[in-house]
Nanobody, 128 residues
Framework: VQVVESGGGSAEAGGSLGLSCAVS????????MGWFRQIPGKEREGLAA?????????WYADSVKGRFIVSRGDTVNTVYMQMNKLKPEDTAKYYC?????????????????????WGQGTQVTVAS
């Protein structure tokens, strides 16, 4: 299973950036995919999670609710995260992840341990 993120880069505070994530390999369609970020020396922070099929609403962390929007892509097992109203504290390496098909749950989607497969990460830098 491969997880590949793309997008990110640099933006000014108040600006927007987009990330995409695609999962391929021996994995079912309709998996749960989570977005995380990490600053060196800190734990990985769960930002949002969404199923790649169906109509289940995504989950969001309070830190990004109302600013970040996750959505399903047009191709199988692809998701996007639109990041709006960016703040300097959003600067981090962003990761996409999925698991072996046991889904995501409201009480656990934000834990890194709920995911088995991770992308390589993509850097987001927000200037003040």
């Amino acid at each position: 299973v491969q997880v590949v993120e793309s997008g990110g880069g640099s933006a000014e505070a108040g600006g927007s950036l987009g990330l995409s994530c695609a999962v391929s390999g021996e994995i079912a369609s309709g998996v749960c995919m989570g977005w995380f970020r990490q600053i060196p020396g800190k734990e990985r922070e769960g930002l949002a999670a969404i199923y790649t099929t169906g109509s289940t609403r995504p989950w969001y962390a309070d830190s990004v609710k109302g600013r970040f929007i996750v959505s399903r892509g047009d191709t199988v097992n692809t998701v996007y995260m639109q990041m709006n109203k960016l703040k300097p504290e959003d600067t981090a390496k962003y990761y996409c992840a999925t698991n072996k098909g046991y889904g995501c749950y409201s009480q656990s989607w934000h834990y890194a341990s709920s995911y088995d497969y991770w992308g390589q990460g993509t850097q987001v830098t927000v200037a003040s």
